[in-house]
């Protein structure tokens, strides 16, 4: 990774299982979600967070979340996860990328400057990223642009572009990506070690991918060992997800499984805590102990 | 960092000497997942597209999918020799889609059930028996890691003889941003999957009662049923898409039988025997989904077990059973049953043989 480049973060909160299917029990889903269904609940959480550590939130652009950003007076750091892929998304037949963000229409929904000019020959083909840059170019809007610290691709997309091999998409939004959301830019995916593998043949450096990475080896694709290692793999930081394995796990536990077999970062879940900030402390704690720098 | 080919193959470095060439018609969001899965199974290769829409052709291309697209499968067909076809069109083309994949004497996989009733899926009725053996018909319900460990328990037979049967979705649906299309309701969106998974695990149904709620509009939000099964046991299924909190479909099966009872559900299995017995201690015994085998080599989300289930059905030779395609059949003609006894204000409905 180039030295100028932000470094990924050590640790985030997790904020998107308010909006997106959580992996965890449906009691404990319903639990969270009554919690924060006010959005001052959901504000005052996300200062604690980043009080007890959390370098940012992790969130996606839903109507919950901008009215708890829309709470705040102070910023608060949001690396977004874009395109936003709601669950009702499955009442329609179509992808929700098929339409729109093509040709100069599509450039034209890019903001100007390096990013959108970079993209614009994606746009003109309507290439994959030049609609996923469209849609998070608006999307992005529910963060101040000076609380936007990086972009996460949604690994419904990530993937989309794995499994066909595309990786022009990669190198395109990376692109995109660092120049439009406050320099850091990665992949989500729920098939870690196919994408290590690909993104090292490919010459493609995100600043970061995150995924699954917990002891009962829960989400983690093709299987335990494979994504192992690709923890083990130099050269790209690796947040991991689902620490607590569906909600099986203690945190601290998977925390330690992660760190222990080499993630970079951690983005315990709304749901993962009990106790946000001291939880969070907690796990901020050992990091500073390991000795690994703050990030972002 | 140096500049990244276009593209890798997707089956670049497939392990297999003849991988199935598998077409997918239909490129919504299911058919781009069937060809995420396929193009990284070992033992396929994404010999093309079918799909009428350009503007849905040209997306795939735009994600990096490089087979043919063709807006008709006679037209796929004429550019070179296929072994399967995916059918993930929507409802009211996929049992005449299935139904040529199959004359033309291809193994079909569609992709939920053929048609929303079963006159929608005539077309496939009419088929020769053997013809219609080469059908599968996949639902997420069947190979749900925890939904599977309880199908498994319940066929083993260490819950007895069953004497009642609670079946549910709930899914929110009817909140989200610009509503559900005008033409679907809950039987439509939701009841089929639960369907299926009581058809597989306690047989098929003989008749039906019914009664909706409209809560937003003319459609049905919500559905409650009494299923007689021609086994002889009774099953209650309550269904709705309007229900808060469940961003994620929530199937749960209840089984109470005179040996033990069963909670099986996307969330948690649930058992409570009498008696030690397939696979449970004595007891109760509660697994999570992290406590499980789910074993995947690509995850392209929902569609990806039934699909590796396909394809390996197809290498051995052997029919998987979650993929029974009389089954969704029968299911259709359930859903009519439920409907009709909708319009006749709740009086018991036959389901049709």
Redesign the interface.
Known sequence: MSPSRLSAPRLLLGATCI???P?T??DR??EV??RFRESESLAVTLVKALDAGAEAVYAVPSPTMRAALAELRRSVPVLARLPWT??????????????GG?GAAGWGALRGGPGAIGMLPAAL????SA?VASRCEAEARFVEPRDLCGLTVAA?IT???L?????????RILAFGRARFGGLAGFET??LA?LVR?LH?????PDFVMAPV?P?G?GM???TAGVLGALRRPGIPVLATELR?????PLEEGAAFAREHGAHGLVPELVDLDDVAAELRQLGGAKNAAGGPAGL | MHSPADSTAPDEGAAIATPCRVAVAGLGRAGLAHAMAAAQHEGCAVAGFVEPRADLRRFARAAGFTAPAEPTLARLLARGPLDALIVCAPAEARAALAAEGLAAGLDVLVDGLPAFGSAGAAGLAALPADVRARLGCASPALFHPLLRRGIELFASGALGVPHQVRASVFVSRVFAPGAPPAELDVLDFAVGDLLLLLDRCLGPVRSVTASAHRLYGARVDELHAMLSLDNGAEAGLDASWSVPGYPRAALVLEVEGDRGTMIASDDALEADLTVAGGGFEEGVTRLSLADVPDPLAFDAGDVSHAFDAFVRARESGERCPDLDGERAMRVLRTLDALRASLAAGGASAPVSA
């Not at chain 1, 083909?125 to 994959?128: A, E, N, P, R, S």
């Not at chain 1, 499994?163 to 190198?171: I, L, N, Q």
């Not at chain 1, 394995?245 to 796990?249: D, Q, R, S, T």
Request: net charge negative; no cysteine; charged share 25%.
């Open positions: 909006d997106l299917p992996r029990t449906r889903a319903l979600a009554g709601p669950p009702a998304d499955d009442l329609f037949f179509e992808h929700p990328l098929a339409q093509t083909t309507g290439d994959l609609r419904p993937d989309l572009a499994a066909a091999g595309h990786a022009r998409f990669f190198e729920a098939n196919l690909r043949e490919w010459g493609v450096e917990n009962r829960f694709r093709p299987d394995a569906g909600g099986v796990v």
